[in-house]
């Protein structure tokens, strides 16, 4: 279990404008880095790894909206202003139950005209930071209180708990103070060096 540093929601329901799908209230949130994150229902999707090639595509597009529409910036670090990560969610959590998300990252340029740019790839693991971005979300709508327990879910059933410890700030930004358990497992060992990849 690890404290990940503040997090904080930049914009609550941003109108994003994405190619192809109209309006999407859109959160960015910083979470360690900035994501957006929205609901897959306004994308007709829901968490299913054998659709990972839609569920990157979409988060390619997300991305570019927010590359065309966001302006971020965090107070304490200005370099770090960006839309980094697409965070996506099936809606608001039941208490007790696993939330499935799909959190996407793109490579190189896109083009939103060009579907051979529309590519990424689909994180594994439920994504740390990206949960610590989510339970800021939930704890600014009420939908999460501090201390209780959030399980964020990836596409292959990996899991983290995680739970606002308390509050602060961040500039003039309400922040939580997220803490995140999981479990990690050895997958590969570089030989040239005792570094362990996990």
Known sequence: EIENVPAFVAHMDY??????????????????????????????????????????????????????????????????????????????PTPGKPARNAMTVTQGVID??????????????????????RIAG???????????EFISESPIGTQFTAKVLGVTKVGDYDAVLPSIKGTGYVTGKDRKSTRLNS
């Open 15 to 92: 109108p994003l404008e994405v190619h192809g799908y109209g309006t999407v209230p859109t959160d960015i949130i910083f979470g360690g880095q900035f994501f957006a994150q929205a609901d897959l229902a306004h994308f007709g999707l829901s968490v299913d790894p054998a659709r990972g090639k839609e569920l990157t595509r979409v988060g390619a597009l997300v991305k570019a909206a927010c590359d065309e529409q966001i302006t971020v910036a965090h107070p304490h670090n200005p370099d770090v202003n960006k839309v980094n990560l697409i965070y996506m969610h099936e809606g608001n």
């Open 112 to 133: 939103v005209n060009n579907p051979a740019t529309l590519t990424g790839a689909l994180d594994r693991s439920p994504c740390g930071t990206g949960t610590s971005a």
């Open 138 to 148: 939930l704890y600014a709508r009420g939908l999460l209180q501090i201390g209780e």
